[in-house]
């Protein structure tokens, strides 16, 4: 599996907000707002596991796009870069209790201040009920500074 291009991981590791974008059945594109976290290999996402149309849709077209379009989407400094991603991406609810877990560190570190709320989970159980978004990056789009007016620089990244 290739890595993600570092100005890439970089952008995803700072940015609080990416819009996933998935395909419903009748071919009509929905976007959501999530949090992005990678491990510089894929990207992961959390979602609620009860009734979420858009685990739905990743489970009928893995077919996705996220992207970091904002910015001023970070904590403190602007982000360097907007950045696309786009992949296929499995739903992973083994447990909605316990199969996320293991992202809560990355997310913390991103929104310190869930750390106590989820200390506290006892009295909100449904919302730690999560589903775990992993997407395999195919192609990843960079537009260096920001900079639309400019042409991006495309990276292709091999299948595994």
């Known amino acids: 599996m290739a890595r993600l291009p570092d100005p890439v991981a970089e952008v995803l590791d700072r940015a609080l907000v990416a ?24 990207v992961y996402m959390h979602s609620s596991a009860l009734f979420s149309k858009k685990l739905e849709h990743i489970r009928a077209n893995p077919k996705v796009s996220l992207a970091v379009t904002d910015l001023n989407a970070a904590h403190g400094e602007p982000l360097p870069h907007r950045v696309t991603v786009q ?9 909605p209790h316990s ?3 293991w992202l809560a560190p990355r997310w913390f570190q991103k929104e310190p201040g869930m750390e106590a709320f989820y200390k506290q989970r006892v009295a909100l159980p449904l919302f730690w009920e999560k589903a775990v978004i992993k997407v395999t990056p195919r192609r990843v789009v960079l537009w260096e500074g920001g900079r639309t007016d400019h042409p991006p620089r495309v990276f292709t990244m091999e299948p595994a």
């Open 87 to 95: 992949g296929d991406a499995a739903v992973e609810e083994d447990d």
């Open 19 to 42: 819009e996933l974008t998935v395909i419903t059945p009748s071919g009509r594109p929905v976007t959501h707002p999530m949090i992005p976290l990678t491990d510089g290999d894929l």
């Open 99 to 101: 199969t996320w877990e």
